[in-house]
C-alpha cells in the first residue's frame, strides 16, 4: 500500500494548487461535501490487487493516477476538469486553451457600467472637471448624470428619498469613477479629472466597445470588491469570478434562480464556508449564498451587462430571490474553449 509519504509533493486533484497532504487528504480537514471523497474511492479501487516492488514504482502508479484523475472532468466543477479549474482560479486572463477574452467588443455593449462611464466621459469632456476637497465629483456633476441615467437626482429606499449631497450617494457612479481610473482610462491632471490619451484613444477607435474590456479587466483584477458592501473581504470569491461566468455560459440560456449558481458555486468550493467567521444568528451557508447573490451576480455579471438580474423587494438576507439569466454580451466578450 501508499503511503502518506509517498502524497507530499503531488497536487490536489480538488483545484486549490496546494499539495495532496496539505489538502483534502487530511483528516481534520473542514470541508462539507468534499469533492475528494470520489477521488479517494477511484484510488482505493486501482490499487486493489496492485503490489509495488518499490517506493519509485508506487510513486510511478501514483504520478499517472493523478494525471488521470487531475485532467477528467468533474461533476462538483459544472463539468471542468481540475487542471481547468486550477487555470481559472491562477490565471484567468492567461488560460487561453480554456478561454479568450475580447480586447475590443463587436458591437457597442448595453450595461449599467458603459452607460455610466459614457455620461462621465461626456462630463468631463475636453476641459475637465474639478474635484471637491474630498477628491470625488463635482456634487452638480453627479446630480445632473443621476437625472439623465436614473430620471431623478435623488437617492434612497422607494419609500426614503434623499437629494445626492455627494458622489458617494450615487455608488454606481463612484465605482465607475474608481475602476475607469484603475483602468488607466481617467485620471487627475493639474488638479482636474480628465480623460486619459488611452480613453481618447480607444473611444477614437472602436467606440464603447474598446472601453468595456478596460473596465471589466480592472474590476476583476484590481478593484476590491468588498468596497461597497458588508460583508468582509471573502476575497476567493472575486478570484474565483471566471468560474461564475463559465456557469453562467454553461447554464444561462435559461432563467434560473440565483440560489442554483449560489449552490453551484458552493458544490465546487465547499472550503469557501470555512472562510466565513459565524454571526450572531445567521449560519456561514446564508452568509455565503447572500454574499455571492449580491457581490458576484448582481455588483458584477449584472453590473457588466453580462446576465440580466431580476430581484424581489428586500425582505432578508437569502430570502431576497435573484432570478439570472446570461445575456449576449458574454458570449461577445468571453469565449470558452470547453466541451
Given amino acids: 500500500m501508499i503511503n502518506r509519504n509517498n502524497y507530499h509533493a503531488l497536487p490536489c486533484p480538488c483545484g486549490s494548487g496546494k499539495p ?26 486501482a490499487q486493489q490487487g496492485r503490489e509495488f516492488s518499490s517506493i519509485e514504482d508506487a510513486n510511478r502508479f501514483m504520478q499517472e493516477f493523478m494525471i488521470r484523475q487531475n485532467t477528467a472532468p468533474r461533476d462538483a466543477f459544472a463539468g471542468l476538469s481540475p487542471t481547468e479549474m486550477r487555470s481559472i482560479l491562477a490565471t484567468p486572463f492567461d ?8 480586447d475590443v467588443l463587436s458591437q457597442d455593449p448595453v ?4 452607460t455610466i462611464f459614457k455620461a462621465l466621459a461626456d462630463a468631463i469632456g475636453e476641459k475637465g472637471l474639478k474635484p471637491t476637497a474630498t477628491g470625488n465629483l463635482p456634487r452638480n456633476t453627479v ?6 441615467i436614473n430620471g431623478t437626482d435623488t437617492f434612497g429606499t422607494k419609500n426614503t428619498q434623499y437629494l445626492i449631497q455627494k458622489e458617494t450617494d450615487y455608488f454606481d457612479l463612484h465605482i465607475t469613477r ?6 488607466g482610462l481617467i485620471r487627475k491632471y493639474k488638479g482636474r479629472f480628465m480623460l486619459t490619451k488611452k480613453c481618447r484613444a480607444l473611444l477614437d477607435r472602436h467606440g464603447i466597445g474598446g472601453i468595456w474590456p478596460e473596465l471589466f479587466r480592472a474590476y476583476a483584477e484590481k478593484y476590491n470588491w468588498a468596497y461597497s458592501d458588508g460583508y468582509g473581504e471573502l476575497y476567493f470569491m472575486q478570484r474565483s469570478f471566471l468560474y461564475t461566468l463559465y456557469l453562467l455560459h454553461r447554464f444561462g440560456s435559461e432563467e434560473r434562480d440565483g440560489l442554483f449558481y449560489a449552490n453551484a458555486f458552493l ?6 464556508l470555512d472562510e466565513i467567521p459565524p454571526r450572531y444568528s445567521t449560519s456561514p451557508d446564508e452568509i455565503a449564498i447572500s454574499s455571492y447573490l449580491h457581490r458576484t451576480i448582481d455588483r458584477f455579471a449584472g453590473f457588466f451587462g453580462l446576465a440580466h438580474v431580476e430581484k424581489t423587494e428586500w425582505k432578508f438576507s437569502v430570502d431576497r430571490i435573484y432570478k439570472v439569466r446570461a445575456l449576449p454580451l458574454l458570449e461577445d466578450a468571453i469565449r470558452f474553449h470547453v466541451p
Fill in 178 to 183: 474608481l475602476i475607469a481610473g484603475l483602468a
Fill in 20 to 45: 495532496f497532504d496539505e489538502c483534502c487528504f487530511r483528516p481534520n480537514n473542514k470541508k462539507t461535501g468534499n469533492p475528494m471523497d470520489e477521488v479517494m474511492h477511484a484510488l482505493h479501487e
Fill in 95 to 102: 488560460a487561453a486553451a480554456i478561454v479568450t477574452f475580447a
Fill in 267 to 272: 458544490t465546487a468550493f465547499p472550503a469557501f
Fill in 111 to 114: 450595461s449599467p457600467v458603459t
Fill in 143 to 148: 446630480r445632473e448624470i443621476s437625472r439623465a
